[in-house]
Each structure stands twice: as structure tokens, then as C-alpha cells.
């Protein structure tokens, strides 16, 4: 069922269509995942109770009569497996806890007391990656939960843990950022986490966002930020080894580019410094991770000779002239 169809006075129709096929052909259908598109087809026909207030999202076995069988409890771990890298998280699903790389809770719990009320709203958690901050707002029950995800392996993660979650009103599109005006004057909320630094035009995407907002729609912004006074950006050629950060903002310039771009700042965080405990190699998460990216002799800087990690949270209104 689409339910994006009970709204589609608010957004462009042929062009959400015209990014969904393109997803299905490239993806979903695509033989490289014909894998994830297999297994995103079989049933898991269990009673459960699921837990998302808790920093582990957990999904637990309620009836035993209604157990798994060791059949498809092994299609279950090897789909995870094959589904890995598993970035943020963490989640237990039956007796297997996903360690992602990301222990995201720290986030979430940082993000707390920037949450607006979002009873009935309608949100988007754009570059939500496999759903996890979704789910973990869906217990203030809004209306609606966009998680706008371009990554397949992000989709299909997805999909895996709404087999068991089933959180209805939550739904995965593959919009971009720079895309996300196809919603118009939709959204009350939108959270942007950790995708600005990813973003070519940072103010193009701020401004996808502000057509996309509702009359009083609000924007909260998470970002890696480059630490100093002035609003002066950095243009690395690679931070902490990833090639796609293009701009890192300082505090006070992710703040002119939001006024630039017509919003009003309403609150601000300090600065937090990424520690091992929040960012690491896992089990499922075996790649490079923080301690691969900071100088070996001096922690506090990254194997580039810029500062470590430090992240901070904005949020901001639309302004309407
Ligand atoms: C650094 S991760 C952040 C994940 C999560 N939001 C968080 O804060 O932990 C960036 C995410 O943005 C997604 N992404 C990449 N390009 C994007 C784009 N153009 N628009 C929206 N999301 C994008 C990536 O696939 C990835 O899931």
C-alpha cells in the first residue's frame, strides 16, 4: 500500500514516481541484489514485542509456540551478515544484537531535548540510513516518518527490520537531499543528520529543505563541524579518509548559511567530541572505523592533521516573508 497517496496534493507525484523506478531498476530488481530482494520476500510469521524507547531497538519473541525455525533463524543471521556494514544501530533482533559501528543512542540522547512535539506531525529524516533515528521517533507518534535514503544496502536493511518491526507509519523513499522539494510545503519536522558535510551545495539542499517545510516547519541539523570562531568553512580534500566531505561548516557559518537560506536559529548545542565508546569496528561493522581515522600519535587530531571530530545540532524555523 502507498500511503504517500492520501497526500499527494503535497508532493510531485510523476517525479516521486520517476525516483522510485529508477531505485527498483538499479536496486531492487538489479542482479546484485537479488540476494536482499529474495530474502526481503519470505515471511517471518512471529508474535513479538518490540522495544524502541530503549538504546538497543529490540525485537523479542512473545509466543513460543510460535518460535522460529532453526531454518529460518539461519536465513535470518546470514541476511544480516550479508547486509553488513551495519552503521548505525545498535538492534537486537530475537537473540542476535546487530553491533553497528555507530552506538547511535549517543546521538539520539543528544538530540532529545531538540525534538519538537511531533504528535501527528509529519516528519522526514532525510539520509536516514537504515531507520533507526525513524524508529526511535515514531514512539512521539507523529503522523508520518519519511526515511529518505538513497543507499539499497540502507534500504534493504530497512526493509529486514520492518519485517519485524512493522511500524506502519513509517516509509522508506529514496529521495536525495537535493531532491526534497518534490514535497511541497509538506513536512512539520525535518531532521537532517549528519548529511549536510556530504552535500556539494549545501545551500541548495537548505533550500530543498525550506520549500519542503510547512508554513512553521522546523529543520534540526546535525553535522560534524570544523571548530573555530569565525563563519569560514573548511574544503578538505579527504577528512578522517572520506573523500566526500566537502564543506565542514563552522558553528557560526552552518548558522549563516541557515539565515541565508530564510531561517530563524531557535537553539543550538555545544560541541561534542566523537569518542570510541559512540564510533567503532564491530562484528557487523568491520571496516575502517574512528581509530583508523585519528592520528595514532596524537588522538585529538585526524590522520590529516585537522582536528578530531566534534559534532554539534542546530535547529531552525522557516521564516515566511
Ligand atoms: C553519515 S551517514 C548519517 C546517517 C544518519 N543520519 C546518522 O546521523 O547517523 C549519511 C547518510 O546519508 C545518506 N546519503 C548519501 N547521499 C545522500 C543524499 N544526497 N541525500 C540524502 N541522503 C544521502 C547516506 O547513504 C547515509 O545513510
Known amino acids: 500500500m502507498d500511503i504517500l497517496k492520501e497526500y499527494k496534493d503535497f508532493i510531485d507525484q510523476k517525479s516521486l514516481k520517476v525516483l522510485r523506478t529508477e531505485f527498483k531498476k538499479k536496486y531492487i530488481l538489479s542482479q546484485s541484489f537479488e540476494e536482499f530482494y529474495k530474502f526481503s520476500k519470505i515471511k517471518f510469521d512471529i508474535s513479538s514485542k518490540i522495544n524502541i524507547e530503549d538504546d538497543v531497538i529490540k525485537i523479542e519473541s512473545i509466543d513460543n509456540s510460535k518460535k522460529l525455525s532453526s531454518k529460518k533463524l539461519s536465513l535470518l543471521t546470514n541476511q544480516i551478515h550479508l547486509l553488513s556494514p551495519w552503521r548505525i544501530g545498535p538492534y537486537k533482533i530475537l537473540d542476535y544484537t546487530i553491533e553497528s559501528e555507530w552506538n547511535s543512542f549517543y546521538k539520539f540522547n543528544r538530540l532529545k531535548e531538540f525534538i519538537p512535539d511531533l504528535k501527528n506531525k509529519i516528519v ?3 539520509g536516514g540510513n537504515n531507520g533507526y533515528f525513524s524508529f526511535r521517533l515514531s514512539k512521539f507518534n507523529p503522523k508520518l516518518i519519511i526515511n529518505a535514503e538513497p543507499g539499497p544496502k540502507n534500504y534493504f536493511q530497512f526493509k529486514l527490520l520492518q519485517k519485524f518491526l512493522k511500524i506502519e507509519n513509517i516509509v522508506h523513499e529514496p529521495v536525495k537531499a537535493e531532491n526534497f522539494s518534490i514535497f511541497n510545503k509538506f513536512f512539520d519536522v525535518i531532521f537532517c543528520l549528519g548529511v549536510i558535510y556530504h552535500q556539494r551545495n549545501p545551500l541548495l539542499m537548505l533550500n530543498e529543505c525550506y520549500k519542503a517545510l510547512n508554513k512553521n516547519g522546523i529543520i534540526i541539523l546535525e553535522t560534524i563541524v570544523y571548530d573555530n570562531k569565525e563563519p569560514i568553512a573548511l574544503c578538505p580534500k579527504t577528512y578522517q579518509k572520506m573523500r566526500n566531505v566537502w564543506f565542514l561548516p563552522t558553528p557560526s557559518c552552518l548558522k549563516r548559511w541557515l539565515e541565508i537560506s530564510n531561517f530563524e536559529i531557535l537553539k543550538e548545542s555545544t560541541l561534542f567530541p566523537t569518542t570510541f ?19 595514532k600519535d596524537n588522538p585529538r587530531l585526524t590522520i590529516e592533521g585537522y582536528h578530531a571530530p566534534k559534532r554539534y545540532i542546530v535547529l531552525a524555523k522557516k521564516k515566511v516573508n
Open 277 to 295: 565508546n559512540e564510533q567503532h569496528k564491530t562484528k557487523d561493522a568491520t571496516f575502517e572505523s574512528l581509530e583508523d581515522f585519528l592520528d
Open 124 to 126: 522526514a529524516d532525510i
